[in-house]
Nanobody, 122 residues
Framework: QVQLRESGGGSVQAGGSLRLSCAAS????????VGWFRQAPGKEREFVAA????????IYADSVKGRSTISRDNAKNTVYLQMSSLRPEDTAVFYC???????????????WGPGTQITVSS
């Protein structure tokens, strides 16, 4: 069982940048795809980005494409989400999750972290 913990969230002004980290425990982390999802107040959780086990394949939601980069360092058991040109509509709790597929579907992910808040002010 992989345990995940997100960090790097915070408050930032519109146009700013943040780098989120997803740190994992467990030796099998490098076998899994990792996805980032977010949930804004009053909205359903939505897909943001995902990376395959090696880091060689990535997918992004249209809403963050061109503004975000997902990457991983398996030696450090960590996945990163670099976000720039942040907008107030990016305000949400961001979650990372591991799964067997590099997918945009929540149902493909089995282990989830508790989340980290990003607040973007205008």
């Amino acid at each position: 069982q992989v345990q995940l913990r997100e960090s790097g969230g915070g408050s930032v002004q519109a146009g700013g940048s943040l780098r989120l980290s997803c740190a994992a425990s467990g030796r099998t982390f490098s076998r899994y795809a990792v996805g980032w999802f977010r949930q804004a107040p009053g909205k359903e959780r939505e897909f943001v980005a995902a990376v395959n086990w090696s880091g060689g394949y990535t997918i992004y939601a249209d809403s963050v494409k061109g503004r975000s980069t997902i990457s991983r360092d398996n030696a450090k058991n960590t996945v990163y989400l670099q976000m720039s040109s942040l907008r107030p509509e990016d305000t949400a709790v961001f979650y990372c999750a591991t799964g067997g597929e590099t997918s945009s579907y929540e149902s493909d992910y089995k282990s989830w972290g508790p989340g980290t808040q990003i607040t973007v002010s205008s």
